[in-house]
């Protein structure tokens, strides 16, 4: 089983900047990606950005620019540092992380997500 545990989220004026992390554990073979989606209230989950085993990354449009994906793969973590946020910033948001527990058995697992609020 994996567990992923975010952290960093909170309420921060908007042109603020927040840094979020999140740690996988558990009996790990490899992962994959790893990534940051969010949800508003009465909105869709979507993809902020994913980052690689590679290093290669993915954003969403309106995040382009702001907001950066970093991995520590010794440490099978991942950050999200959320530069000028803007209100409709304002989410949960999630961790994800998909890749192998062993040669035949894959994961694709969830966080418990960590508001932000961007408001003055």
């Known amino acids: 089983q994996v567990h992923l545990v975010e952290s960093g989220g909170g309420l921060v004026q908007p042109g603020g900047s927040l840094r979020l992390s999140c740690a996988a554990s558990?009996?790990?073979?490899?992962?994959?990606?790893m990534g940051w989606y969010r949800q508003a209230p009465g909105e869709q989950r979507e993809l902020v950005a994913k980052?690689?085993?590679?290093?290669?990354?993915n954003y969403a449009d309106s995040v382009k620019g702001r907001f950066t994906i970093s991995r520590d793969n010794a440490q099978n973590t991942v950050y999200l540092q959320m530069n000028s946020l803007k209100p409709e910033d304002t989410a949960i948001y999630y961790c994800?992380?998909?890749?192998?527990?062993?040669?035949?058995?894959?994961?694709?697992?969830w966080g418990q997500g960590t508001q932000v609020t961007i408001s003055s």
């Open positions: 994800n992380a998909g890749g192998m527990l062993s040669k035949w058995t894959s994961f694709d697992a």
């Open positions: 558990g009996s790990i073979r490899s992962i994959n990606t």
């Open positions: 980052i690689n085993n590679g290093g290669s990354t």
